[in-house]
């Protein structure tokens, strides 16, 4: 199943993501990490999208592609996503300026964000 408790602080700290699969008899068919994640955190409910798939067959073809479309991030593509993140949440002075003249302006002229 993988880290679980990393899933689990992910989940506590940004909520559920995606829902799991289930089928109509609450088969499960998608996420089982989600809901074990869900579990370690004493969670009573946890979305799910119910979808009719009676064949084994079938639901195991969601499960392997489910899996298989999952891509890991490369060193680069995480170290960009760091500085992007980084970006939005410090911007830099010249960036807080022009946000508040933008706020100011959006206030005074009763603009919805």
Known sequence: MGDIPGLAESMKRCGQINPIMISKNNILIAGGRRLEAA????????NAVVVDVSEKAI?????????VQRQELND???????????KLKNPGF????LNAIVSFFKKLFRIAE
């Open 76 to 86: 680069e593509e995480i170290v960009q996503a760091a500085r992007e993140l980084n």
């Open 59 to 67: 639901r195991l073809e969601y499960e392997i592609e489910e899996n």
């Open 39 to 46: 579990k370690y955190l004493g969670w009573k409910t946890i």
């Open 94 to 97: 010249f960036r807080k300026i």
